[in-house]
């Protein structure tokens, strides 16, 4: 390939990904690429009503179709004992519906045919008699006693309660809130909003019936976790599964739960004895899988008059649709949405989240939203420029006088969480000085002047990613922690098998790099295994910004093994004591006589040859380890934004953004600059158009990408990023993660310089998406409700 | 029905049912992958192929209506074992993260710079703009394509094996 010819890094530095040989080719292998001998393609009917009792489902005329193969309705399930899964929250969602519909888009019937279009025509010809009932899409009228209860096939559901969940010191906040001599309070909605990852979900399923072996090619971030729940689901031996993750076109989140797609996949492979694909289309993926979001929050802030922050406390109703799928640790039904005590040095704090069922479609924690960090952040830089409105001073200002100080760490906030390192100030001041903050608001004062709106905001956000640790946090019983194998070959070369799956971060060479710079094996002579459960340890997966932290400190560690067997190798070589070698990047030598030594590449040879090892040293250069991290890491970062909004029009464009990230060591800053500059897309989408709305019958109102708006490269600007570089202490290479910080701290700094840019209007908070519609009512001081 | 598109420069000839959308023909009658498909709208863009050099999404193109024309596919842009600037920008620039979108953005690119050989950054922008990307956040391509642009003699580039 003709390139550039810089030379790439033995380690940690900008260097080009391994994995676009193949992508930029078309040579990427995505589930829907894959073609097997005899495959059959399945096809959801879904339901047109968010609520409605089932009367009949008559599959007799798709059945009497040429190319149909079979039907399976819910009923055939209910046979298997697999019409109802338990999903990732601990609660149960129909795989194909039986008794009820939920919501609009959900699962009625699964047809196999012999290709997809006509899997697609047969679903005009099942007959389903649908007796309609009422609907409530709004969580904040999901517990009137007047609600249609949702889920009358739980034991004991008398309404759509799912649960109460608190965290900090409500007594302690109260008195805090009571001497306070400021208060702020905001009512404050984070709507509902989609990853969309352009690769919609799918799945091709192949029974083996001789041997009993199921594979399954699945659009999936967490290939183990998924088979084990088809074990556990479908009574399948866990040793005769195999998932494998191809590449996957983005995942956000969206690729984490087990969808009723997937099983009716697998199922019927099983019924039909041949290979069964299903891949959605968008309406399908926008309308029933894992959204994200849907907080309804009330906010209340308690300052002293000079600016000085004293509490936070939040109420949240968590609608989280029809079923509880959320995916999240055990313990953490609100995620991890009590970090909303944010960057600041608060005396107290205290939320309470409840959570209900609506009828909409299952999901809650996705679009990198680092399990409802993104919902917390919001939540606390919304409130914090509340207060700043309140008091008069500058937002930048208050928030200096109150980040945590360097010296405060590590520091235990008031719910609980330890965040591990951070100099916050550094960061916010190197964010002013790029984007010239002083500058701008002498700008804007003479823009306002002339009746112009330019709005500035500013967010400082503080992430926590990298779950577990296991005794705290686990998935369906399983504990949060991930393997790495390393096995270097006797030429030197090594193959690196991961337990999380990539869909687009770069695994294949960042993780190399890890190796690299451990072992000091070029990136080119190291392969990385990865999204095949027959290749690869254990491992919870991709999602929450867990891969580096977790699977990366794995990889670290396994390198280091490997490294310390090489020096006992290396010392039966060179015939000295262990003791006595020293490492550089790539070898041992014999301290004082650098010219004699052994290069890693000749320690892997000999230990497969036929030297004489020491005393219970096993020959070969293979070592594997699981991860279970100490604690999570709390990336951090400073960003600001510049609007400006068209009077006439109510259209707000983002002329600027610049973001400050720390995510402590840097692995390779091209990807890490690539990952920040996603996110920060994101948030324009969420923060300026995407949003998944119903109407009151419970129609989805953005079932397709005429309706979802996302952005596209006209709406964002040219991003401006820098760094500071605060290494987490208790990670052995000391990253934490970079995937979702941008996602988490975009929203709140435009939604900032929004209403920074509406105050001439009165205006002091408006919900997302700030639309030009919605951006008109709330300039005219009617502010829309929301949607 | 039957069909003959060229595609890459090769015809093909299928027997089709007529209403075979240009994507699927593409995927599951030729086996070119590398066109993906993505939305049922028209938007995403991630279907795009050059139809007589133009961009087109192939999911809004019948395959009986491609008949006859020239069609260019992703796997039609490395050419004699050398890839097409473009292709070679997206690597150098990082242009891309899960590579879903990437096929549709290089052809959007290879024909804007067929027409248009020094584009400005807003006529980049303007050109991909009816495909969307949820991984880069577009500056990244821009910058590929602006690479590409600037090393668009191809025989000035070295051979570097990745």
């Known amino acids: ?787 | 029905m039957q069909v003959t598109v060229n595609v890459n420069g090769v015809d093909h000839t299928r027997e089709i049912e007529p209403r075979l959308l240009l994507v699927h023909f593409l995927r599951d009658e030729l086996d070119l992958t590398g066109t993906h498909w993505g939305c049922d709208t028209s938007n995403c863009g991630t279907c795009v192929v050059l139809m007589d050099s133009e961009p087109v999404k192939s999911c809004t193109v019948l395959a009986a209506t491609a008949a006859g024309h020239r069609i260019t596919t992703v796997e039609g842009l490395e050419r004699d074992g050398q890839l097409d600037p473009v292709q070679q920008g997206f690597h150098e620039c990082h242009g891309l993260q899960c590579g879903f979108c990437t096929p549709g953005m290089m052809l959007t690119a290879r024909a804007l710079l067929d027409r248009n050989p020094n584009p400005t950054d807003e006529e980049i922008r303007e050109a991909i703009s009816g495909q969307i990307c949820r991984c880069t956040g577009y500056a990244t391509i821009v910058r590929s394509i602006r690479w590409a642009a600037e090393h668009s003699d191809s025989s000035s580039a070295q051979e570097v094996s990745v």
């Not at chain 1, 079979?70 to 194909?96: C, F, H, K």
């Not at chain 1, 914090?384 to 360097?406: F, K, M, S, T, Y």
């Not at chain 1, 991930?482 to 690196?496: C, M, N, S, V, W």
């Not at chain 1, 897309?681 to 708006?709: H, K, P, Q, R, W």
């Open chain 1, 1 to 787: 390939m003709a390139t550039t010819t810089e030379q790439p890094p033995v380690g940690f530095g900008r260097h080009k990904r391994v994995e676009d040989a193949r992508f930029i080719r078309g040579q990427g292998r995505y589930v829907d690429d894959i073609k097997l001998p005899g495959m059959l393609h399945g096809a959801i009917l879904r339901s047109p009503l968010a609520h409605a009792r089932i009367v009949s489902i008559d599959s007799s005329r798709a059945l009497a179709h040429p190319k149909v193969v079979a039907v399976i309705t819910g009923r055939d399930l209910e046979a298997q004992n697999l019409a109802w899964m338990p999903t990732l929250s601990y609660d149960t969602q129909a795989v194909l519906a039986t008794d009820k519909v939920r919501f609009q888009g959900q699962e009625v019937a699964f047809v196999i045919a012999e290709d997809r279009y006509a899997a697609r025509d047969a679903l005009e010809l099942i007959d389903v008699e649908y007796d309609p009932l009422p609907v409530v899409v709004n969580a904040r009228r999901a517990l009137d006693p007047d609600a249609p209860v949702i889920r009358d096939d739980k034991e004991g559901q008398t309404d759509n309660h799912i649960f109460d969940w608190e965290s900090g010191d409500a007594q302690a906040t109260e008195e805090v809130f009571a001497r306070a001599e400021v208060v702020v309070e905001q009512d404050m909605l984070y709507p509902r909003s989609h990853p969309a990852p352009m690769e919609t979900c799918g799945a091709l399923a192949d029974y083996d019936r001789v041997n009993g072996r199921l594979t399954l090619w699945c659009t999936t971030q967490a290939p183990h976790v998924h088979r084990t729940a088809y074990a556990l689901v479908a009574g399948l031996p866990e040793h005769r599964v195999r998932v494998i993750s191809p590449d996957i076109g983005g995942g956000f989140g969206n690729k984490v739960p087990v969808y009723p797609g997937y099983v009716c996949a697998v199922v019927g492979s099983i019924v039909t004895g041949r290979p069964v694909k299903w891949m959605e289309d968008r309406s399908e993926n926008l309308m029933s899988t894992g959204f994200a979001r849907d907080y309804v929050m009330h906010g209340e802030i308690a300052a002293n008059r000079d600016g000085r922050i004293l509490a936070i406390r939040v109420n949240v109703i968590a609608d989280h649709g029809a079923f509880n799928a959320t995916a999240q640790p055990t313990k953490y039904p609100a995620g991890f949405f009590s970090v909303f005590t944010g960057s600041y040095d608060l005396e107290a704090a205290h939320c309470k989240v409840t959570g209900v069922y609506t009828n909409k479609a299952p999901g809650g924690v996705a679009y990198a939203c680092s399990f409802r960090v993104t919902e917390a952040v919001y939540l606390v830089e919304r409130m914090v420029d509340r207060l700043a409105g309140e008091l008069g001073i500058d937002p930048a200002e208050l928030r200096l006088r109150n980040l945590l100080a360097p010296e405060q760490f590590p520091y235990a906030c008031k719910t609980g969480w330890v965040y591990d390192s951070g100099d916050y100030p550094t960061a916010l001041r190197k964010a002013m000085a790029l984007i010239g903050y002083e500058q701008l608001r002498a700008e804007q004062a003479e823009r306002r002047a002339r009746g112009e709106l330019m709005g500035i905001g500013v967010s400082f956000f503080t992430e926590c990613v990298g779950a577990g640790p296991r005794r705290h946090m686990d998935i369906l019983g399983l504990g949060m922690s991930d393997g790495a194998a390393l096995r270097i070959h006797p030429t030197g070369k090594a193959q690196l098998a991961l337990s999380v799956q990539t869909q687009g971060q770069g695994h294949e060479t960042t993780f190399a790099q890890i190796v690299a710079e451990e072992l000091g094996i070029p990136v080119a002579d190291i392969e990385v295994v990865h999204g095949d459960t027959e290749l690869t340890p254990y491992g919870l997966g991709t999602y929450g910004s867990r891969s580096t932290p977790v699977s990366g400190a794995a990889t670290a560690l396994v390198a280091r093994k490997i490294r310390d067997k090489a020096r006992l190798i290396a010392s039966a070589m060179l015939e000295v004591s262990p003791d006595d070698l020293e490492w550089e990047k790539g070898r041992f030598f014999v301290k004082g006589d650098p010219t004699m030594g052994a290069s890693i590449q000749e320690i892997a040879m000999a230990a497969h040859g036929t030297v004489t090892l020491p005393e219970g040293v096993e020959p070969a250069l293979e070592a594997e380890t699981t991860y279970d991290p100490p604690n999570l890491t709390f990336p951090f970062g400073a960003y600001i934004c510049v609007v400006d909004i068209d009077p006439q029009t109510a259209k707000v464009r983002v002329r600027r953004f610049v973001a400050v990230d720390d995510c402590g060591t840097r692995i390779n800053p091209m990807i890490i600059e690539g990952q920040v500059h996603g996110g920060l897309t994101d948030g324009v989408g969420m923060a300026l158009m995407e949003v998944i709305a119903f109407d009151e019958e419970g129609n989805c109102l953005n079932g397709s990408l005429m309706d979802y708006l996302i952005p596209t490269a006209l709406e964002v600007p040219d991003w401006e990023t820098d760094y500071t570089v605060t290494p987490s202490p208790h990670h052995p290479i000391g990253a934490k993660g970079i995937g979702e910080s941008a996602t988490v701290g975009s929203p709140p700094a435009i939604v900032n310089a929004i209403c920074d840019a509406l105050a001439p209007h009165g205006v002091r908070h408006m919900d997302m998406p700030c639309n030009p519609s919605r951006v008109w009512e709330a300039m005219q001081g009617r502010p829309a409700p929301p949607q």
